[in-house]
């Protein structure tokens, strides 16, 4: 068990109805300080719900929530002390430019003049914005603006940052550079409770990761254990001859006792969820009855493959008409 003075979260129980509908079924969730934690799951499986219910804007039903240290609902005034929150959409004024949204957000939470300036300069330099940073925000790509949408939400510099969808609708370069400033967060020492619906974003920053579907959470863990828990991957091959395709899945099925299925290409064969052992066994049963294969390869998991496992697993163990629709 770790400490509590350990840990940057510490909730359990926690729901939440709107009305009829289910929001949060008894949300676990324990996160390491000085960490980045990966929150995933399907829209409207409740991550926005539980975030704002850990950042004081909204109030569970039920259960209890600690954020470093302080209850969330007796001590919301202690928590918004030391947290920051940067939500899906940039909270900037787009008439002003990036020095000026910084200077007034540093004047707002009560630095004077000389030191809203100080500062706004210290993240512009920080975030590699300084040579933008006198444009109006609206001449800026996303990708900028969701850096300087970052800097802002550390005007004051938060001991936990809630991140939500940081970069959703990026292209592949801004996503880039907003991942860098994330691990820059964490190496300075901020624990970061990410929610991202980009599974690749989770598996490259986050330590350890929770999913999250229909309210509850379903599996927690490092991405490599999660993989690991999921199973052992999937086997593709690749004839030598494409024709012997038939021959080949039937071999498969006998000595794996699993579905196999054919790839984009001919002559290729997948099987989902053989161990290394038994996936060698397999290739050279091949050889042995003359099906020589020109390449295979025993690939784990990827996350993407796990989130589906996981979600479409909770899905299936729930299936119920008579119970409510979570949104």
């Known amino acids: 068990m770790e400490a509590a003075a350990e840990l940057a979260i510490q909730a359990t129980g926690l729901t939440k109805r709107f009305a009829a509908t289910v929001a949060l079924d008894g949300v676990d969730l324990t996160v390491p300080a000085g960490t980045i934690y990966g929150f995933l799951g399907p829209n409207g499986a409740g991550k926005t719900t539980t975030l704002r219910i850990l950042a004081t804007l909204l109030r569970a039903d039920s259960g209890t929530a600690r954020v470093l240290g ?5 001590e919301p005034d202690a928590v918004r002390a030391r947290i920051s929150l940067a939500g899906q959409s940039a909270a900037l004024d787009e008439d002003l ?28 330099d920080a975030f590699g914005l300084a040579d933008a940073a006198d444009r109006p925000v609206k001449t800026w790509s996303g990708g900028m603006r969701r850096r300087l949408d970052l800097a802002a939400s550390l005007i004051a510099t938060p001991e936990l ?57 379903i599996a927690e863990g490092t991405p490599g254990d999660l993989k690991a828990a999921t199973g052992a991957g999937q086997l593709h091959v690749q004839l030598a001859a494409p024709e012997q395709a038939p021959q080949a899945a039937a071999a498969l099925r006998r000595v794996l006792d699993l579905p196999v299925r054919p790839g984009t290409d001919p002559g290729s064969l997948s099987v989902a969820g053989p161990a290394a052992d038994q996936a060698a066994l397999a290739v050279a049963h091949l050889h042995r009855n003359s099906i020589p294969v020109a390449a295979f390869a025993l690939a784990r998991p990827s996350l993407d493959e796990v989130f589906l496992a996981l979600t479409t697993r909770a899905a299936d163990d729930s299936a119920d008409p008579a119970k409510e629709p979570v949104v």
């Open 161 to 217: 940052l809630f991140l939500d969808e940081p970069t959703s609708g990026l292209d592949p370069s801004s996503r880039a550079q907003v991942w860098d400033t994330v691990r820059a967060l964490a190496e300075a020492g901020t624990t970061v409770l990410l929610t991202t619906q980009y599974l690749d974003e989770a598996d490259r920053l986050a330590a350890r990761i929770a999913v999250i579907d229909h309210g509850t959470v």
């Open 97 to 124: 430019t990036a020095r000026e949204n910084l200077r007034v957000l540093g004047r707002l939470i009560g630095h004077h003049s000389r030191a809203s300036r100080s500062r706004a300069q210290e993240l512009l």
């Open 70 to 74: 302080h209850d969330v609902a007796r």
